[in-house]
């Protein structure tokens, strides 16, 4: 759920209007306003290309299409305070709106949250449903300690933050004791494959234990940048917050579901996992 159409290998690629692909060092503050200006650009397209496939008020949790519906990975929503951090066009916010939660989705990119706003205005029409939508940097949450009972993103932000353990612990930080923080991201194993969804992306190329980031740029400035943690970075940055794993959710691929969605692919995912869910829980202090 990355923008990954068909790059070349990340080590040394140009596409035609003179972005370079490479692994450098990449801070914060480069790496929110790239990912800020890139998502703001590419929003219409985004949601042109994969908004029939997200819906407009469902919750698919990445390519494969494994349904929140289905998976019931949040647990029981009705009544409670959700937040949803790198929400998009939020689709998955109105979706627990449905369900008779309490949401606020929040996202770094005004574009993509102007494409929710346009979708909220038809859903508020027809349900009589409101979703707030609040542009902010899911490391530097604007909510009070203990606000919300359950944190969640499908392939929001993690991956686009260059301080993930800062994004862990804002989730605790706004989580109550016992609440649930749960996120789909890219499985880290397809750091160490081409993001191709053909046979060059069955083929190791790169490290999995190289973390230096993925970054697009131009001029030197970076325009894109995803960053990698291993499994076990990740299960130590959440153990970090206070948080609990309590599962780690590979869907598979389904037989019916024939689309590609850059390196993801029905070749691919029949293979290999393409998406990783964590479902952590707040400990009760
Ligand atoms: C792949 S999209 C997923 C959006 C939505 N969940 C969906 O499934 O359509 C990644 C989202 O993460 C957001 N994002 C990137 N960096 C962020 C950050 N530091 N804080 C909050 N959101 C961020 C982007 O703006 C983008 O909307």
Request: glycine fraction near 8%.
């Amino acid at each position: 759920m990355n923008h990954t159409d068909n790059e070349d290998d990340p080590n040394n690629s140009q596409d035609s209007d003179q972005s370079v692909a490479a692994r450098r060092e990449v801070d914060s503050r480069e790496t929110a306003r790239a990912n800020r200006t890139w998502w703001d650009s590419e929003a219409a397209s985004y949601y042109g290309e994969h908004g029939s496939f997200l819906g407009d008020d469902d919750f698919v949790w990445g390519p494969e299409g494994l349904r929140e519906a289905d998976a019931a990975l949040l647990g029981e929503v009705r009544g409670k305070d959700l937040l949803e951090i790198g929400a998009g066009a939020a689709q998955c916010s109105r979706y627990a709106a449905r369900h008779h939660a309490r949401v606020v989705a929040t996202d770094i990119s005004g574009g993509m949250l102007a494409q929710g706003a346009d979708l909220n205005r038809a859903f508020t029409a027809a349900t009589g449903l409101t979703v707030p939508l609040v542009q902010c940097d899911a490391t530097s949450l604007p909510f009070a300690d203990s606000s919300f009972d359950t944190v969640f993103t499908a392939y929001g932000a993690v991956p686009f933050v260059a301080d993930s353990a800062a994004l862990m612990a804002q989730a605790a930080r706004v989580l109550r004791p016992g609440g649930r923080f749960v996120f789909s991201t890219t499985h880290p194993m397809r750091w160490a494959l081409p993001d191709d969804p053909g046979y060059p992306g069955l083929t190791v190329s790169n490290s999995y234990f190289d973390r230096t980031p993925y970054v697009e740029q131009e001029s030197g400035a970076a325009t894109y940048v995803e960053h990698h943690r291993t499994l076990g970075d990740r299960v130590r940055e959440l153990t970090a917050a206070g948080l609990c794993l309590v599962d780690l959710v590979e869907p598979e691929w389904p037989p019916q579901n024939h689309q590609v969605w850059g390196g993801w692919s029905p070749l691919r995912g029949a293979l290999i996992p393409g998406t990783a869910i964590f479902v952590c829980e707040n400990r009760v202090s």
